[in-house]
């Protein structure tokens, strides 16, 4: 089909020496609501009354800052999240299900930078990535089963956070202590 928005996950476990131990890549099929009626807001600069990360309805604009997704390190609030429930997918989501948080204690990872890459203009498939590493400090392993995108909108002096994407990998990923493991998010269109 052309002219379609496509969402590739790409994920991959690295061992503490770096040697890659897994490697996953599926299409993406779980954009929520709010998506739609974010994207309906910034085509009009106008609002929309949606579900933000705590599940409160607030209102969106689709002007100031639309569709922050950067990440700093530490930062487990934004951009790619990962959790450890495999509850199945709903439209109606506004979190992960189960958020894993920021840290070394037990059930937890370290949230590095995100980066997000400038769209490359492949004669096929135009494409741009955002980019997340995940390490393994906490002393045992950890479990992955939800990923999911979480933008920033900021107008004023307000500020929400919302859930756009959230996708149940067919199979967990294991990340053992000391591992890390990259996701990236290629968002594309096909000629």
Known sequence: MKGLMKVKIEIEVKDKNGNVKERKVFQSKSWVKNWIYMLNACFKYGDATLKNTNGDDV??????????????????????????????????????????NHGTAAGQLLYGSETISGAFDDPIEPYFR??????????GAVIIREIGVIVRNAYDTTENLFLILRDVPESPITVNDGYAVTIRYVFSITY
Not at 86 to 98: I, P, T
Not at 130 to 139: A, C
């Open 59 to 100: 209102v969106y604009k689709g002007s100031g800052i639309v569709f922050d997704a950067r990440a700093g390190d530490g930062e487990d609030t934004k951009g790619i999240v990962v959790g450890s429930s495999d509850a199945e997918w709903d439209k109606e989501q506004y979190n992960l299900q189960s958020k894993i």
């Open 130 to 139: 955002i980019v997340r590493t995940f390490t393994n400090d906490s002393g």
